[in-house]
């Protein structure tokens, strides 16, 4: 899918700064919304969890500081690459394994994950059914599903961070990293399903008892569903 391809090429481009423009654009929240996630995804010992989009590792780092052996799925070779390295680095004896993939077409068989996260991933799978059934496929039956995704709050706030997310985002962002990359950041998330959307959307691709965490103000939210 050429799409995909520009997706993966996009990253490649901007990993050196994106940890950093990350802890910047959100001053330092990302951190709480990993922590929060791998809480939602992790219930007992030692889970198998597959990190889809796990990108430069810290949503991966969240889920290995809370006990699971982890494989972070990735299309971006360059991503995937930092994130072994940091995680290598600061994690003693982490179990994770680092495979370059697409979520459309995942490489393991049905029913072997305990857990299937996606930090701020699936936004960019943008035929986003066919990627939740793929996750539907590869989950165990019990397995939870917890997704971490922007979201656009209402009300009086939405503007100023539409605002924030349009204009400012990309214009520090410049400074320090490819300005498209950020002006399609808040164009994704203003396209993206809105919260009632994206429940129906899980509802469908089979997931059930789902329940949504609403994250500063709105701004972020974490899905949880499960397969029975
Ligand atoms: C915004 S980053 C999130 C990284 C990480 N989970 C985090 O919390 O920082 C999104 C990641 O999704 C990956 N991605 C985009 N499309 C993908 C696809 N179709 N399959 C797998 N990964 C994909 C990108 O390469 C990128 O590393």
Not at 65 to 86: C, H
């Amino acid at each position: 899918m050429k799409e995909t391809q520009q997706i993966k090429s996009m990253f490649d481009r901007i990993v050196r700064r994106y940890d950093f423009l990350n802890h910047l654009l959100s001053f330092g929240q990302d951190f709480f919304w990993r922590k929060k996630m791998a809480e939602q995804a992790i219930n007992d010992s030692t889970p198998i969890v597959l990190d889809l989009a796990t990108g430069t590792g810290d949503s991966a780092t969240a889920l290995l500081k809370s006990g699971a052996r982890v494989v972070g799925v990735d299309i971006s070779f360059e991503m995937l690459r930092a994130g072994n390295k940091k995680i290598k680095k600061n994690i003693k004896n982490a179990i994770f394994s680092p495979i370059v993939a697409s979520g459309y077409k995942l490489p393991f068989r049905n029913e072997c994950f305990d857990a299937v996260t996606c930090a701020f991933g699936i936004r960019n799978m943008h035929d986003t059914e066919s990627a939740m059934k793929e996750i539907y496929r590869v989950m165990k039956k019990g397995g939870k599903i917890v997704i971490l995704e922007f979201s656009l709050p209402e009300g009086f706030f939405r503007n100023l961070y539409l605002l924030y997310l349009k204009k400012i985002v990309p214009f520090i962002a410049s400074f320090f990293s490819v300005r498209s990359a950020y002006e399609y950041l808040g164009s994704s998330i203003d396209g993206f399903y809105k919260p009632h959307e994206f429940i129906k959307l899980l509802e469908n691709c089979g997931f059930s008892n789902i329940k949504t965490i609403s994250l500063s103000f709105g701004c972020v939210y974490i899905y949880v569903g499960k397969k029975n």
